[in-house]
């Protein structure tokens, strides 16, 4: 169990129900990051008293100092700081909330300090998965994943001997907020609709992800990452319930699965407790009151952005770097109101089309093509 933490993405959903967690374990936090929203980063510097404060924005960094400059929390701006965030000397685990390839660096330097990494930000292995595990492996150091999906496998496989005996891992997915619908009802949703997501509360990008089913691509991608298997050894199921949050099929047909409410504070508090389990407060699971279980197969055509991040897993290298890097993009047009749903599934295919693909590549051809991809979508 840790005592200490670093949260990076402190201020959105997964930063702050992780603070409701720190705040019941007693644990101490050492640093927090966000990026623009000052007042809620005052809040919670005043509530928690971190040594370390970074704002990426420069401008809300120096707002920040301003506003506590009566504390000793030291407020730093830019996106290198992040990286002093996530190696703070005290802090055993770092909360990697951050939205985007922006957690990729700070998460490398949280490795090579040893760190254990609550690993929330699903891009970093999506993109560079390989270079993640191998430095893991490398430093010593552990990562634990807090994406519910990817807990509930976590936990699934703990008590596997080895990653022959898996058969293959199952997804599962709530489906998004259009769920049954046709191509032509979906393409005429808009911003506001694909936000009421059914199950979860979450920020708007990830939000946007589920409602494509773009995030349960990315999720796939960060499976066989974390696993080391093979893209055939993963595959998705729709869930709407989201109470059966993945499972694990073995090889002889024994299927285990992670159930629980749709609570982020439970894969949280086991990132933290892990190997142990600690007490929650929170309302568990009533199979006596809960809605029947079913589950259904994705439906790829309606929603290409799934088999669009298959493709690219299938195909390795940098694809699924640009993949994710014109998702970003796309993703935030479509919420800036500048661009249609489907246009979204448009652009991250014209990039995979547009920018090439370099096998087994290292940190500096990742980053390369992350901003290829992105200037592919905004055609800059």
Not at 18 to 41: C, H, K, P, Y
Not at 78 to 102: D, I, R, S
Not at 221 to 236: D, G, K, T, W
Request: charged share 25%; with cysteine.
């Amino acid at each position: 169990m840790t005592n200490t933490i670093s949260i990076l993405g402190s201020t959105g959903s997964i930063g702050r129900q992780t603070l409701d967690v720190a705040e019941q374990m007693g644990l101490r936090v050492a640093a927090l990051t966000a990026n623009s929203s000052v007042e809620r980063m005052e809040a919670q510097c005043r509530r928690f008293r971190p040594r370390l404060a970074v704002m990426t924005d420069e401008s809300a960094a120096k707002d920040l100092a301003v506003r506590l400059a009566d504390t000793d929390i030291k407020v730093l701006g830019g996106f290198n700081a992040l990286e002093e965030a996530a190696t703070a000397p005290e802090a055993g685990t770092v909360v990697t909330a951050v939205v985007g390839m922006v957690g990729l660096k700070p998460t490398l330097a949280a490795i090579r300090e040893k760190k254990r990494i609550a690993l929330a930000n699903k891009e970093t292995l999506v993109c560079a998965g390989e270079l993640v595990m191998d430095a893991a492996d490398t430093y010593g150091a552990e990562i634990v994943p807090v994406d519910s999906e990817h807990s509930a496998i976590f936990q699934c496989v703990q008590g596997c001997a080895g990653r022959r005996e898996i058969r293959r891992l199952i997804l599962t997915c709530s489906g998004g907020p259009f769920y049954g619908m046709t191509r032509a009802e979906a393409g005429k949703m808009t911003k506001a609709d694909a936000l009421k997501h059914p199950n979860w509360k979450m920020g708007p990008k990830i939000t946007v992800d589920c409602a494509t089913l773009m995030n349960k691509g990315l999720e796939v991608i960060e499976a066989m990452r974390l696993y080391r298997l093979p893209l055939e050894q993963v595959s998705v199921v729709i869930h709407r319930q989201s109470i059966v949050h993945s499972l694990v099929e073995y090889r002889d047909g024994a299927v285990l699965a992670q159930l629980g409410t749709p609570d982020m504070r439970l894969p949280i508090r086991y990132a933290m407790t892990y190997p142990h389990r600690g007490e929650s407060p929170e309302e568990s699971l009533d199979l006596l009151s809960c809605p029947p279980l079913t589950f259904a197969a994705p439906d790829r055509e309606t929603f290409p952005c799934l088999r669009l991040a298959e493709a690219a897993a299938a195909a390795g290298g940098t694809a699924c770097a640009i993949l994710n890097a014109a998702n970003e993009e796309a993703v935030g047009l479509f919420l800036a109101g500048q661009i249609g749903f489907y246009d979204i599934p448009r652009l991250v295919e014209k990039a995979r089309a547009s920018v090439s693909v370099t096998q087994a590549p290292d940190l500096e051809e990742i980053l390369a093509a992350d901003r290829e991809a992105r200037r592919a979508v905004l055609g800059k």
